[in-house]
């Protein structure tokens, strides 16, 4: 049955050149954006850290006094033969090739502006390699004790530096009665009716704390002489965090660890108050950043040491401060020329001014943090109210389940709506109508409250609705009242969820701008603002003002240094939401 | 077994829980209340002060003028939306072509030729593209892309340009289309892509002939919001586009057809609709003016349009989705 086809079995070459040219395009495409945003973000380092005049001297120095005994930890910690080979490998490998192809193109194509092969080398080598190197290391036992002490100390500085920016517009001294007279006794009578198990005392405690704090609010103006401001933060925050602290590890280890842990940060935030005061620094910043810094730290400490594990972790923030003393000193002893970066101290804590070597991002960082806080609570609670009721409280038949229909769609219309018309929302309605005043931080607050509301809800429902419902049954089974299931069942189990949820909306919030301007937000602010109703400038706001100055030192400066304090700060956010969720996600 | 004396009380009708019940369940009811009252207080803001704005400037000439000047120096203020119009039209449309394809392409690799590994690294990447402050991007346009095109291919655009503006419009809005995308693609069952194999069909014919349209209703809508997401954009504008107001030349030639050269309106500054409402925030913020007004006008309109989408894309979506 021979026939004369040469393709007896009929069928025709396929061409693969096609299909593989649409692979490799389609890939192409989806790091397209990625690599379009990550040459500016490397170009706008380069400018806020003044990169460009970097000599390669100073970049050497800190490269091998810092970056290297850290990645040294990162592979001590992974353990694994095969990563340092393959670590070392690319390190290696990638100092030639990219300094090969640098030079290259610069002598082939074009110089390529304010970029050399080292700054190169950093960023689409270094950069990488270190970042996978650390997840690696994480994995490890000393990577992980090391990488959790170094977040509490990071996390503990930033919320003590928050919480210090808060008692620059809610007043100290109001806080202070508040707190005596309502939160205290109110905390106090709520944990012995959880000790003697005596509902009444729980029940009693929401009307007492209630009564303190009016009577706080009324007392605020008859009592004449207060404790000076340190005392108070003392008092209000440091006792009550490390008291917390003490308790919590007294709980797993006994007392004497928890009396470490609770006496030894106290302590030495009391005396850095003092000598702080002493040396005319902001005292009740020192010891909050102390206090929250050094309880979370003491009780990981004292946890780590007594799991035995990793011991050797503990050591990382050592060999970090050490290693920036040691390029510190070397940059100093051999006179080796360094930058001069926009990014420094004086930008984080000056004012905002004509000239740009002055300028400053103060003002506007404590209006941030304040409208973030406000911000913080009101979505939070508006957010989960809203997704409890659409998923615990309604049928999803009847005419309330098309009042949950209709809600829904309204939802997420909302979440649809551009940011420029809350702003027309938050002018007209906050600010003229209920004359909250054009510009203040309430008004800001307010708005972008509901801006980020719809984002809320439905991250929140999201939450809810991945609670088991045999928990629910469970619950109610044993009697439970619809609250009663919620409290107790489905929002502490959502609640990661919910949080993660609310921090990247709250992300969202922090970096909007449109709104802001629309309500008349102050493109300067000169002095930090003392009060919710004072005019306030924040930090998107600022970074839009400068952006309209025509110097260079503005243009590739200044708003470069307040580009990556923003973006700073939101992976910082970020990465905390994202934290929360791997640990829930590993937890259940 | 225990000796209990006391039955439980199981009818519940002590007072104070029903109290705390009903107190709670209506606390949540407000709380969603009020997510229904921003709704109806967007409307009834805007359309309060559009009101008063059209009883002095009529709707058509509001509509078909072509001259928008709310504070000029020199008296004889106009408000048409024509050149705002031409402003908004030409960052969206610049910024979808750049959105859709690679929006697109994103989503045909991650669904159909991405490793799980690499999905599940390039998914969260992507979101950043959407996460970045918009006034970020902006600066970015004015400060990097600009200088770097002129350099480069258009020397002769000016500081100011619609081109920058729409391409950093455009990767913002890449994870709009590519995340609904691949949740649309990914919606395909196997079966339709094992049948595809089955008749001989390569990886690219699976991909573009079988997935993409029967994903079409997911795919079409996700253009429609990235769209929407490019109309109302503010920041990115409003940094690196300038504020100019301007009518394009229209140009009577290429057999007498009347043009309009591309370079004419993406290399120069103009204005959008978001731009014209945040200049007008320069000026006095109480109330009452004919500016002021025209702010609320212009959200009236921006609003009713991204809505309008937004309910298409809604439609669209729902009825045309392929039941599998």
Known sequence: MATDNANADGFGEVSRVRGIVFEYLSFGASVFGLVALGVLLVYVAIDAFDLANASPEWLLTYFLTLVVPFLAFCLYSANDRGVTRRALGALGGGLVAVAALFTAVETLVSPIPRLNWQLAYLFVVGAPATAYLAYVGSGGRVGAVGFGLLGRLVGGVAIGLAVGTLFLVFDPLLWFLAYTLGVLPAVGLYAVGRRRSTPRAQTAAAPVGLAGLIAAVVLRDVVSTYPSDLIIYLWTVAVPVAAAGGLLVAGRRGRTAAAVVAGLPLAVATAGGFLAAGAGLPAPTVLLVLVLTGVPTAAYVSRVVDAGEGLAGLGLPLLLGAGVIAGALIVEAWGVPAPDPWLDGSFLTGAPSRTPTDAGLYPAIVGSVIIIALVAVLSFALGVGTSVFLEEYTPESGPLGTLTRILQVNIANLAAVPSVVYGLLGLGLFANLLGLGIGTAVTAALTLSLLILPITIISAQEAIRSVPDDLRRGSDAMGATRWQTTKNVVLPEAMPGVLTGTILALGRAIGETAPLIMIGAATTVFRAPDSLFSRFSAMPMQIYTWAGFPQADFRYGVVAAGVITLLIILVGMNGTAILLRNRAERGS | ?324
């Open chain 2, 1 to 324: 077994m225990t000796d209990s004396t006391e039955s439980p009380d199981l009818s519940r009708r002590g007072g104070l829980t029903r109290l705390k019940e009903g107190t709670y369940g209506g606390l949540f009811a407000a709380c969603a209340a009020i997510t229904l009252l921003t709704t109806a207080a967007i409307f009834v803001t805007l359309l309060s002060d559009a009101v008063v704005f059209f009883r002095s400037i009529p709707i058509a000439e509001f509509l078909a003028g072509t001259n928008w000047s709310p504070n000029p120096a020199g008296g004889g203020q106009a408000f048409g939306i024509v050149p705002l119009l031409i402003g908004t039209i030409t960052v969206t449309v610049t910024a979808a072509f750049i959105s859709i394809p690679v929006g697109t392409l994103t989503a045909i690799y991650l669904s159909e030729y991405a490793t799980p590994n690499a999905r599940s690294i390039l998914k969260p990447l992507l979101e950043i593209l959407a996460g970045i402050p918009t006034v970020v991007y902006g600066y970015f346009a004015l400060v990097y892309v600009t200088p770097a095109l002129k350099a480069t291919l258009f020397p002769e655009m000016s500081t100011f340009n619609a081109l920058a503006a729409s391409i950093m419009v455009g990767i913002m809005t890449i994870p709009m289309v590519s995340s609904i995308s691949e949740d649309a693609m990914s919606a395909v069952p196997d079966e339709l892509r094992q049948a595809g194999y089955g008749l001989g069909a390569t990886k690219f014919e699976v991909s573009t002939g079988i997935v993409v349209p029967a994903s079409i209703s997911g795919i079409a809508s996700s253009y429609i919001l990235a769209v929407s997401r490019a109309i109302g954009e503010t920041m990115i504008v409003v940094v690196a586009m300038g504020a100019q107001a301007r009518m394009p030349e229209v140009q009577q030639a290429l057999f007498g057809i009347p043009f309009v050269n591309p370079a004419d309106v993406l290399l120069q500054s103009g204005m959008t609709i978001t731009v014209a409402m945040v200049q007008i925030t320069g000026g006095d913020l109480t109330g009452g003016t004919l500016p002021y007004n025209s702010m609320f006008a212009l959200g009236l309109a921006l609003f009713a349009v991204t809505l309008v989408m937004n309910v298409i894309s809604d439609i669209i979506a729902q009825r045309y989705r392929e039941e599998y």
